[in-house]
């Protein structure tokens, strides 16, 4: 694939628009909506959006690109990702630390072949950008060949990616062990090599507390110290055993949080993947910190984690993010994501005392956990996530007549919260029309 040129003609894109300023849970006026809408895009960046009628006078320059009956929204973001496991997606009958073991840390040992690396890191965007998802935090491996794999792919495609090569040094296999010692360097050169690169970040990435041993957090620490601005990425609480193994490592310290926090992990620019098993304190921890939250739905109902709990998680005002997880995760749809996450807020009624009590996702809740939600979890909302003037054109064009049954249900939508609500438990890649990076068609 060749460098994507991004075009310098100001183009109208008329259609329905669509997209958030805040998050709709805590500010009912927190996005904007144009049934008869248009979306200025030139070199690469937002202009202006709003209704067609006001603004075509404007700018009477403008190319015009007519997708009317059609919803264009920010593009979709994955805020916890794994790329290197696309070829042992839907492996069956383990939960999580068996099915690290099993599945996979081998898998995953393949992509230090660099061939290998480059294939699935291409396959793997290129299936982003088939579901309308232009930007996402991303694990790599071990090796830091398939770091280097991934950002090369994503610099041809012009996507803003964050990405970091995973590393842990206990309870995992000697050849994907990273010892302490070499932490450091092993980082450093990867930051150096593409952190800000394009538009790319870096994240250091300690796998997991539960695979990670107090002299390996100090040497991450020690980094940090080092490199406060760059992204760091981690899991937390996602399953019962591998919580009850991290208090036999840092018997000294209260919870899974906690560790984290001791050894300075936990910054602004922190995504902590999953969160399932979290008390109060925890999440008003990680709320402190001004840290975020991945929700990662499919992941935690495949590997049979549990059930995030969002409500909590709104309670303290933690930043949360939409995520696939994949490959626990069983899809990269960011749409099916949402209409999983639906369920899970749906499914905690089964386990409370008073089920009412328990609300259920809103539609429009969703869709901002998934755009500029999952911006601001990953801490690049000041480039994407919504259509304000001079952020990045990512976006995408639904169509909500994609298959027979999601036309004949978004008929009756009479509203833009119920017709996202048809598409977040219908739609899948088919009802992605188009994606555009950076105002460049790319579908």
């Known amino acids: 694939m060749t460098n994507v040129l991004t075009s310098t003609k100001l183009t109208a894109y008329k259609g329905s628009v669509f997209y958030f300023t805040d998050n709709p849970r805590f500010n009912e006026n927190a996005y904007e909506y144009f049934h008869d ?44 990702v794994h790329y290197p496991q696309m070829e042992m997606v ?17 898998t995953e040992r393949k992509l230090s072949d660099r061939k290998y690396a ?73 930051i150096e090599r593409w952190n800000g690169k394009g538009r790319t970040n870096y994240a250091i990435s300690p796998r997991s507390a539960y695979l990670l041993s ?25 399953n019962k055993e591998s919580g009850d193994m991290v208090g036999d490592l840092f018997p000294g310290l209260k919870s899974y949080t906690e560790v984290y926090d001791n050894y300075g992990l936990m910054r602004e620019k922190t995504i ?6 979290l008390d109060d304190h925890e999440v008003e921890l990680i709320a402190a910190r001004k ?43 960011m749409l099916k994501t949402m209409g999983e996450a639906y369920k899970v807020t749906q499914l905690r009624k089964a386990f409370a005392d008073n089920p009412r009590a328990v609300e259920p996702l ?11 939600g999952a911006a601001r979890a990953m801490a690049i909302d000041e480039y994407v ?26 008929e009756r939508s009479e509203s833009i919260s119920d017709l996202l609500f048809a598409l977040q438990i219908i739609g899948d890649d088919r009802s992605v029309a188009h994606t555009y990076i950076m105002g460049n068609k790319m579908k």
């Not at 839907?90 to 081998?106: A, D, H, N, R």
């Not at 902590?272 to 098993?277: A, D, E, R, S, T």
């Open 272 to 277: 902590m993947g999953h969160c399932v098993w």
């Open 362 to 372: 809103d539609p429009l809740e969703n869709y901002y956990l998934a755009t500029l």
């Open 118 to 190: 480059d294939k699935i890191a291409n396959l793997y965007l290129d299936e982003l950008i088939k579901h309308g998802t232009t930007s996402a935090a991303i694990f790599a491996t071990i090796s830091p060949t398939s770091s280097d794999a991934l950002f090369e792919a994503a610099l041809k495609r012009n996507m803003r990616v964050i990405c970091g090569s995973a590393y842990m040094d206990v309870n995992t296999p000697e050849y994907a062990c990273l010892p302490p010692h070499e932490v450091y360097d092993f980082n450093k050169i990867l």
């Open 37 to 80: 809408g248009v979306l200025y895009v030139e070199a690469g960046k937002i202009v202006e959006a709003g209704n067609y009628t006001d603004l075509q006078a404007k700018y009477p320059q403008a190319q015009v690109i007519d997708y009317t009956g059609m919803l264009i929204t920010p593009g979709l973001m994955d805020s916890h």
């Open 214 to 238: 107090p002299a390996e957090m100090e040497a991450t620490q020690a980094l940090i110290l080092d490199y406060p601005e760059v992204h760091i990425q981690v899991h937390l609480a996602e």
């Open 385 to 410: 996530g919504s259509f304000e003037s001079g952020k990045e054109a990512d976006f995408i064009v639904l169509d909500s007549k994609s298959t027979q049954d999601l036309s004949i249900r978004s």
């Open 291 to 333: 840290s975020s939250c991945a929700f990662l739905p499919t992941s935690n109902l495949f590997l049979g984690s549990g059930l995030f709990n969002l409500q909590k998680a709104n309670k303290y005002r933690a930043t949360v993010g939409l995520g696939t997880d994949y490959a626990a995760g069983t899809t990269l749809s």
């Open 90 to 106: 839907g492996s069956y009958g383990e939960q999580l630390v068996q099915w690290l073991g099993k599945y996979t840390i081998p």
